[in-house]
């Protein structure tokens, strides 16, 4: 009994709370609202139920003041919560971080999902998106031709600027065809390349109604537009991914409208604004040239004074160019003098001559070196060819002596006693050789004893 591990109650809770949480992440649950309660403390507890089971949850004041709805029983909502055990009790619970209706939720959790995943790939880095003409020569807008977005649109632009031509590509915006027919009027804006600058717009509407708007194969093709696209979809609070990767986001479809298209009252103001300065200008400039004809007229009365002072500066300047002209003179002189200097000591015959008398020495040394060495040479060849004839066996063939050696082998033989009557010899004397048949062969005689 005492090797069993008793669990206190306190524990068992414990671990199994840590147990839940570790195991399960945050995670999505949907279900129906019931035993709702608010108590003082601003905390919200609730229960989620399907047809076959419910489980209780708790929402925090600090997460259930964020709602943008009231909660009430039996409403559909999506709930966004972390497993875990309510230890004091051992009841199983969530703890809900966020709270929603359901329908609108998984549009909002797949809105997200695509926005985090567009955004990783760079379609929302400004560094790609493109400038929006300041003077657009042609607009075109992808819209439904019945919807109020485009008469709001086409109010502005005949506000602002009535010259600007105007092309509708017209699409559905909502419902399920939407996306594919927004996919395609860009593709057609982009293959007739009519215009320099695409406005797609809509008016405002619930998520379900922006929905064709937050489609990735339509955000696809606004990223890949050659086309600069500015998006007014909807009411300044709402925003769909469109708006993300288009170039210029409008929080209207008229501040769009304004976005794009110069004012052309304010294009008047400003001409006529440089026509006063331009106009301010030329009087000055006409007033500062009338000054200028009335003193060269005043100076014209006195010609003859004229004429003296420039008498005078053409003096004056010829003196100058006269001391100029001298001193570059002496410069270019004396740089000439230094330059002839330098080249007589330089010159190629002094330098010839000087390269034929090292010659000259150098061979002298060259030829009084060698016949040294020579000489040295030669007496070391000398001493060396005695040495190698004293032990040579040639001399002492000259002294009457023979080699006998096998004519086959070349082996030359030392010991009689190996040879048989009958063997053939061949004997090399110090001028030719004799072949030699062995008649008889004799022991070497023995030695005296040395006692």
Same mark, same amino acid.
């Given at each position: ?10 524990r ?50 600090s997460r259930? $003041? ?12 999506l709930?966004?919560a ?20 359901? $329908? ?20 929302? @880095? ?13 607009l $075109? ?30 699409s559905?915006?909502q ?9 395609a ?26 929905w ?33 990767v ?16 110069p ?50 500066h053409?003096a ?37 001559? @000087?390269?034929?008398?090292r ?8 030829d ?63 001028r ?20």
């Amino acid at each position: 009994m005492t090797d069993l591990e008793i669990y206190s109650v306190s524990r068992l809770n414990r671990e199994v709370r840590g147990t839940l949480e570790a195991r399960f992440p945050a995670l999505w649950i949907e279900g129906e609202l019931s035993n709702l309660a608010r108590p003082a403390s601003g905390h919200l507890y609730f229960s989620l139920k399907d047809e076959a089971a419910q489980v209780r949850c708790a929402m925090f004041r600090s997460r259930g $003041g964020q709602l943008d709805f009231v909660p009430e029983a039996g409403m559909q909502v999506l709930a966004f919560a972390r497993v875990s055990l309510f230890e004091p009790r051992g009841d199983f619970q969530l703890i809900v971080e966020r709270l929603q209706p359901a $329908g609108a939720g998984l549009l909002q959790i797949e809105f997200d999902r695509l926005k985090r995943k567009l955004a990783a790939e760079g379609l929302f @880095d400004a560094a790609r998106k493109r400038p929006i003409p300041r003077w657009p020569k042609q607009l $075109g807008v992808i819209t439904s031709p019945s919807g109020a977005a485009l008469r709001d649109v086409l109010a502005v632009l005949r506000r602002r600027c009535p010259l600007l031509p105007v092309i509708v590509y017209p699409s559905s915006v909502q419902g399920e065809r939407a996306a594919g027919e927004l996919l395609a009027a860009i593709e057609i804006a982009n293959a007739r390349a009519d215009c320099d600058v695409l406005l797609l717009t809509r008016g405002g509407g619930s998520i379900e109604d922006l929905w064709p708007f937050n489609d990735e194969r339509l955000a696809r093709a606004i990223a890949a537009s050659a086309i600069p696209i500015v998006s007014g979809v909807g009411h300044e609070v709402d925003f769909t991914i469109a708006d993300f990767v288009a170039d210029l986001r409008a929080p209207t479809p008229s501040a769009a409208a304004e976005l794009i298209s110069p004012d052309l009252a304010q294009w008047r103001e400003h001409a006529m604004a440089l026509r006063q300065r331009l106009h301010a200008a030329l009087r000055r400039r006409l007033e500062r040239g009338g000054e200028m004809v009335d003193w060269y007229e005043r100076r014209l009365r006195q010609p003859a004074w004229l004429i003296d002072q420039r008498r005078r500066h053409l003096a004056m300047a010829q003196q100058r160019l006269h001391y100029a002209l001298s001193a570059t003179a002496q410069r270019a002189a004396a740089r000439l003098g230094a330059a002839r200097n330098h080249l007589e000591a330089h010159h190629p015959r002094t330098t010839l001559a @000087d390269y034929r008398a090292r010659c000259a020495r150098l061979s002298l040394r060259l030829d009084h070196l060698m016949r040294g060495r020579l000489a040295i040479r030669q007496a070391r060849l000398a001493t060396l060819s005695r040495a190698l004839h004293a032990v040579s066996p040639l001399a002492t063939l000259e002294r009457g002596y023979a080699i006998v050696r096998d004519p086959a082998t070349r082996a030359i033989t030392r010991d009689a006693t190996t040879l048989r009557p009958g063997d053939r010899l061949e004997a090399l004397l110090a001028r030719g050789a004799l072949d030699v048949t062995v008649i008889a062969v004799h022991p070497p005689e023995p030695e005296p004893d040395a006692r």
